[in-house]
Each structure stands twice: as structure tokens, then as C-alpha cells.
């Protein structure tokens, strides 16, 4: 059964700052997916990562993907408050399903 | 806005009784899924439908049902509620023809509480 872990599952960071977020994973999978979710809302797709080395960048977050090490990394630099949401990462757990990480809190304080 | 609709946005219901939510997928999307999002358990998948039919089932209580009907709207049935079954419930779609393939798309969710 595939598993997925994030840390940290809290972030509190200060503006203008750089983190990043781990997500390893137990099974071999093709794809992972980040989605955004601000308190009380939907959840918003970020990146789909496809293969061994991708790497894709929008504004400050920067995913990478190593289906080698099982290992997806999100990357922000210089944190915003904007920034300030739960992020998951997902990959494809059998019969299309996606498995979902408990999530990373991020909040950034001015 | 994801395309994908579900109502009610917000459910106040008593133990014991009986709900359905509502879900309307992208338009194109043959897949539906349904997941719960509660505090302690995290986003926990339900069940999927694929153009009708069953797919996939995951941690679903046996007093929870859930169908797609013939023009692709899926409803899931929570019934002999409890207080436990108070969560954020996601409805999401997916199409098979539009890369990146699997990639969700999600409701607004409903929100539901057990009183």
C-alpha cells in the first residue's frame, strides 16, 4: 500500500525566507502531483511532476521530483505571506486514486 | 473555479439521520471521486466512478453509498450519521484524454456537521 510522508507537517517561516517542504514516498510511481489548499477551500492543483529529475517552477515554489530516492522536494523562496496555505503533495495509489501526504502548514509571518 | 460544482456548500444535520451531496463533474470528465478531509484522519479517499461504474473503493463506511448516474453527476449518501462523520467532503474529477492524465480537479467542497 502506497504510503506518503511530508515534513514538516507545521512551517512557520518570515517573509523574505526559503524552505523546503519534503515528500517521500513508499512504491515506485511515475507522477506526483502538489495541490495548494487555503483554510476552508478547495484544494488547487500546483505541479504534476512526470518523470525522474523534473523539476518546475512557478513564481517562488520550485518542485523537483527523484523517483530514485522516492523523494519530491517544494522549494519557496522568499516567502510572502500570500504563500501562507497547506500544501500536499499526491501520487497515484492503484486504480487511479490519489494518495494524499497529511499536508504541510505553511505560515509566513511578516 | 475547477469546473467541478458540488452542493450543498454547508450541511447541519442531527445523529441518526441521512444526506446526500452532490457532485457535478468537468465538463468532459468521466471520472468522479469523492474524499473526506477531517482534522485528525487528513484527506482520506472514498470512492471512485468511471463513466457509471464503480473503479476503485478506499476506507468508505458501509453506511456511506455513492452512485454516478447516466449523465456523469455522482451523489454520495451518508446515512445513520454520527458525530464522528463531521468533515469537509471533496468531489473531484478527472479526464482520461487531457494530459497531464490523473491530474484531480476539486469541488468546493461540503462541509458537514453532525450535531
Known amino acids: 500500500e502506497l504510503k506518503v510522508e511530508q515534513n514538516p507537517l507545521f512551517l512557520s517561516m518570515q517573509e523574505g525566507k526559503n524552505y523546503t517542504i519534503y515528500c517521500n514516498y513508499s512504491t515506485t510511481s511515475d507522477r506526483l502531483y502538489w495541490y495548494r489548499q487555503d483554510p476552508g477551500k478547495s484544494l488547487e492543483s500546483l505541479f504534476v511532476l512526470l518523470s525522474n529529475g523534473a523539476v518546475k517552477q512557478e513564481g517562488r515554489l520550485m518542485a523537483s521530483l527523484d523517483t530514485k530516492a522516492r523523494l519530491s522536494t517544494l522549494h519557496i523562496t522568499a516567502a510572502v505571506h500570500d504563500l501562507s496555505a497547506t500544501y500536499f503533495c499526491s501520487l497515484q495509489g492503484g486504480s487511479e486514486k490519489l494518495v494524499f501526504g497529511k499536508g504541510t502548514k505553511l505560515t509566513v509571518n511578516p | 473555479d475547477s469546473g467541478v460544482t458540488q452542493t450543498p456548500k454547508h450541511l447541519i444535520t442531527a445523529t441518526g439521520q441521512r444526506v446526500t451531496l452532490r457532485c457535478s463533474p468537468r465538463?468532459?470528465?468521466?471520472?468522479v471521486y469523492w474524499y473526506q478531509q477531517s482534522l485528525d484522519q487528513g484527506l482520506q479517499f472514498l470512492i471512485q466512478y468511471y463513466n457509471g461504474e464503480e473503479r476503485a473503493k478506499g476506507n468508505i463506511l458501509e453506511r456511506f453509498s455513492a452512485q454516478q448516474f447516466p449523465d456523469l453527476h455522482s451523489e454520495l449518501n451518508l446515512s445513520s450519521l454520527e458525530l464522528g462523520d463531521s468533515a469537509l467532503y471533496f468531489c473531484?474529477?478527472?479526464?482520461?484524454?487531457?494530459?497531464?492524465?490523473?491530474?484531480?480537479?476539486f469541488g468546493e467542497g461540503s462541509r458537514l456537521t453532525v450535531l
Open positions: 473531484a474529477s478527472s479526464s482520461y484524454w487531457q494530459e497531464p492524465v490523473g491530474e484531480l480537479f
Open positions: 465538463s468532459g470528465d468521466l471520472s
